[in-house]
């Protein structure tokens, strides 16, 4: 399974971005999926997970409210829609796929990992 995250950039402070996990190889469409970010010199640390079927999801508080997660299962696709962006936002965003079929913000519920995209965000 490979996981293709993009769509990161460098945007203003209040701006907007989507980023795209595409996944290829042999993909599943019975695994939740989930978005992490570390920035420099910190821990990876969780953003949002959605269930295998997108009917569930989860989210950071740091970014509620102002992210939001999504799937198209017929393109292999997971979405995450930042709004709202702060400069506390900037980090290498990681997507990954889940072992079950939704996962929260256990990293090590998650088995596949893409190589991250990165999002700046300036003041």
């Known amino acids: 399974v490979q996981l293709q995250a993009s769509g990161g950039g460098l945007v203003q402070a209040g701006g907007s971005l989507r980023l795209s996990c595409a996944a290829s190889g042999r993909t599943s469409s019975n695994n939740g999926m989930g978005w992490f970010r570390q920035a420099p010199g910190q821990e990876r640390e969780f953003v949002a997970s959605i269930s295998w079927n997108g009917a569930l999801t989860d989210y950071a508080e740091s970014v509620k409210g102002r992210f939001t997660v999504s799937r198209d299962m017929a393109k292999n696709t997971v979405y995450l829609h930042m709004s709202s962006l702060k400069p506390e936002d900037t980090a290498v965003y990681y997507c990954?796929?889940?072992?079950?079929?939704?996962?929260?913000?256990?990293?090590?519920?998650?088995?596949?990992w893409g190589q991250g995209t990165q999002v700046t965000v300036s003041s």
């Open positions: 990954a796929r889940a072992r079950g079929a939704f996962s929260r913000s256990s990293q090590s519920s998650y088995v596949y």
